[in-house]
T-cell receptor, first 112, second 113 residues
Framework: KQEVTQIPAALSVPEGENLVLNCSFT??????LQWFRQDPGKGLTSLLL?????REQTSGRLNASLDKSSGRSTLYIAASQPGDSATYLC???????????FGKGTKLSVKP | DAGVIQSPRHEVTEMGQEVTLRCKPI?????LFWYRQTMMRGLELLIY????????DSGMPEDRFSAKMPNASFSTLKIQPSEPRDSAVYFC???????????FGPGTRLTVL
């Protein structure tokens, strides 16, 4: 059974720092991996989607990498800003259409 | 496009009452998903539809839960009778092809007293 783990559960950094959020999964037979952002009381916003054949995806200050063989993904946030404060969720699609398995998220706080 | 629309945004009800949550997916998306989020268990898939047909309902916790999709622009998730342990945030999401990006609605926060 696929399990997704995110470490750390919470992270607090000063504004301007570069940071890395980690995601690991137990079954490497994935179709894709997605990173989401969730603001308090809000839904999820998709940030980046990496197909299993890709190694990384970039969007602005965000860069996500995928290493299927080791069951790991990282989300790199450059030059963090207070507006980046949110919970970041990682989810893997096991190839069964629609079956996204989520980690419990990393709650990020960026202090001005 | 307005994105995925869910109603109500908040629902407070008493144990034993019937609860109906509603979702309008993004036009043109063939897949619709219902998720539940709790502090203890995180986000869990309950059921998903492809072209209005339920494909996988293995995540539905009990027979008290049922979901329908009568047409491409509307789905409901019903809980009857509701119990306090059903209190959670319920999300609806849609996807154009089921294997790519999923787009989430704002969620319905359900409290069962």
């Amino acid at each position: 059974k696929q399990e997704v783990t995110q470490i750390p559960a919470a992270l607090s950094v000063p504004e301007g720092e570069n940071l890395v959020l980690n995601c690991s999964f137990t079954d490497s037979a994935i179709y894709n991996l997605q990173w989401f952002r969730q603001d308090p009381g809000k839904g999820l916003t998709s940030l980046l989607l990496i197909q299993s054949s890709q190694r990384e995806q970039t969007s602005g200050r965000l860069n996500a990498s995928l290493d299927k063989s080791s069951g790991r993904s990282t989300l790199y946030i450059a030059a963090s800003q207070p507006g980046d404060s949110a919970t970041y969720l990682c989810a893997v699609d096991g190839g069964s259409q629609g079956n996204l398995i989520f980690g419990k998220g990393t709650k990020l706080s960026v202090k001005p | 496009d307005a994105g995925v629309i869910q109603s109500p945004r908040h629902e407070v009800t008493e144990m034993g009452q019937e609860v109906t949550l509603r979702c309008k997916p993004i036009s043109g998306h063939d897949y619709l998903f219902w998720y539940r989020q709790t502090m203890m268990r995180g986000l869990e898939l309950l059921i998903y539809f492809n072209n209005n047909v339920p494909i996988d309902d293995s995540g539905m916790p009990e027979d008290r839960f049922s979901a329908k999709m009568p047409n491409a622009s509307f789905s409901t998730l019903k809980i009857q009778p509701s119990e306090p342990r059903d209190s959670a945030v319920y999300f609806c999401a849609s996807s154009p092809d089921g294997l790519g990006e999923q787009f989430f609605g704002p969620g319905t926060r359900l409290t069962v007293l």
